[in-house]
């Protein structure tokens, strides 16, 4: 019976990945993000209204993506990633949405659920935690 119990636990042990192992994507490097937000300064205003988002350069892959969904702040890499990081795989924002330009048509992606808007691809947006505190937005991995 305690074998049967011990394998049981080790199965279970065993069989549960940490949200790291869940973030694996080979074509995007696991780079440490800790950038803080002051919703009071003029360059992050439009995340004080729902459905506004803004791009922050120099974090992550190829930037960050900021959005006001509404009920929530949301932070995603802005590196498309189902495409290795280069020029064209930078997401452009459009409205609550945001695609790369690599392919014609590019990869078009939500940026309030992650998933892609068109065919099914292999990878969702790399998303940071992200809390509030006074006014400030703190973001990291």
């Known amino acids: ?11 279970l042990l065993t069989s549960c990945e940490s949200d790291d192992n869940q973030r694996r994507n080979p074509n995007l490097l696991n780079i440490n993000v800790n950038y803080e937000v002051n919703l009071s300064l ?6 004080n209204f729902s459905g506004n988002s ?9 930037g960050l993506i900021v959005v006001n969904s509404g009920s929530s702040y949301l932070a995603w890499d802005a590196a498309d990633p189902n495409l290795v990081p280069e ?11 945001a695609s790369s330009r ?4 590019g990869n078009s ?3 309030v659920t992650g998933q892609s ?3 099914e691809l292999r990878y969702p947006l790399f998303a940071y935690r992200i809390t509030e505190s006074g006014g400030v937005l703190r973001i990291f991995n």
Do not use: H, T
Request: proline share 6%; charged share 15%.
């Open 1 to 11: 019976m305690k074998a049967v119990l011990f394998l049981i636990g080790f199965i």
């Open 42 to 47: 003029p360059q992050f205003n439009n995340l």
């Open 54 to 62: 803004v791009y922050i350069p120099g974090q992550g892959n190829l």
């Open 87 to 97: 020029d064209c795989s930078r997401l452009i924002i459009e409205g609550l949405n």
């Open 102 to 105: 690599c392919n014609d048509p």
């Open 109 to 111: 992606y939500s940026l």
């Open 117 to 119: 808007l068109e065919e």
